[in-house]
């Protein structure tokens, strides 16, 4: 059985379900999924014939904890023998549209910047949660609704909005399980 590690770094719980949707994804394919929280502890990524990172986008930047975790294992990455992809979270790719802008500007210019190469990436959609539940301050509420006021939204309720594409989500796992 092929070993993936899944390490996320999650602000408001968006990347941590999508890394949940990919790991479904890839055990309904046979493989072993390690899923891992950078909040709970740093693995190692010895010893898997795939690795896959995720990280959420706030103002322009990675998770602080990706971000190290990514420099520290940069030579690891570069002379892997194992199958390495990067996937983010973020508000501009809810629009297909703009998922190629969001990964030229939260995947592609950072990892060259770090000078990281990677076999696979995509840039997912967000959950939008308004709930009283939700790990969204008010004022970051206030300003997401101004943001889909903008693109046209005429009511918005205090509720949790799922902006992913799901079949964008599964067609990453596939292609990351057919590559292995
Ligand atoms: C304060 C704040 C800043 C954000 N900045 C950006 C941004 O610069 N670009 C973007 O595309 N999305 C941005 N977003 C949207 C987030 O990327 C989106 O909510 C994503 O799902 C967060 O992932 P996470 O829930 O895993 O932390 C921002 C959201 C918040 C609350």
Request: positive net charge; charged residues 30%.
């Amino acid at each position: 059985m092929k070993k993936v590690l899944i390490v996320f770094g999650s602000r408001y719980g968006t990347t941590e379900n999508t890394s949940k949707m990919i790991s479904d994804a890839l055990s309904s394919k046979n493989l072993e999924v390690n899923l891992v929280n950078i909040k709970d502890m740093e693995p190692s990524v010895e010893g898997y014939d795939g690795v896959l990172i995720g990280t959420g986008i706030k103002i322009s930047m990675w998770t602080k904890r990706i971000k190290k975790f990514v420099k520290k294992h940069k030579r690891i990455f570069n002379n892997r023998n194992f199958k390495f992809g990067f996937f983010i979270s973020c508000g501009t790719a809810c629009k297909k549209e703009d998922v190629n802008e969001a990964i030229e500007k939260y995947i592609k210019s950072k990892m060259s910047k770090i000078g990281v190469t990677y076999d696979l990436c995509d840039a997912f959609g967000a959950i939008y949660d308004f709930s009283e539940t939700s790990l969204l301050s008010n004022m970051a509420k206030k300003m997401m609704k101004e943001g889909l006021i903008d693109d046209g939204w005429e009511k918005i309720e205090d509720i949790s909005y799922d902006l992913r594409d799901v079949n964008q989500i599964q067609k990453f796992s596939e292609n990351f399980a057919s590559i292995l």
